[in-house]
């Protein structure tokens, strides 16, 4: 994929967000505010999953393998 292509698919795909979002019809500023609070909100949510869905999918497995019959650890077979 050249430039030119690449350039235009990215166009239709900002021309995409402003019409499935109808942030078309704002002003510039108004555009800007929603789309800071926009960035804002992705960017919580992506650090969030990054820093807490590993403790709980790790808390999760813990759970339900001494559910499920999974031997507990024992410090004397960490020590054989």
Do not use: D
Not at 44 to 70: K, N, W
Request: proline share 4%.
């Amino acid at each position: 994929m050249n430039f030119k292509n690449l350039r235009e698919y990215l166009a239709w795909l900002y021309f995409q967000y402003l019409l499935i979002t109808g942030i078309y019809v704002l002003e510039p500023w108004e555009k800007s505010i929603f789309n800071s609070i926009l960035f804002t909100a992705i960017a919580m949510v992506i650090y969030t999953s990054y820093v807490f869905v590993p403790i709980h999918v790790r808390l999760a497995l813990e759970f339900f393998s001494g559910i499920c019959g999974g031997q507990p650890e024992s410090t004397v077979a960490l020590m054989n």
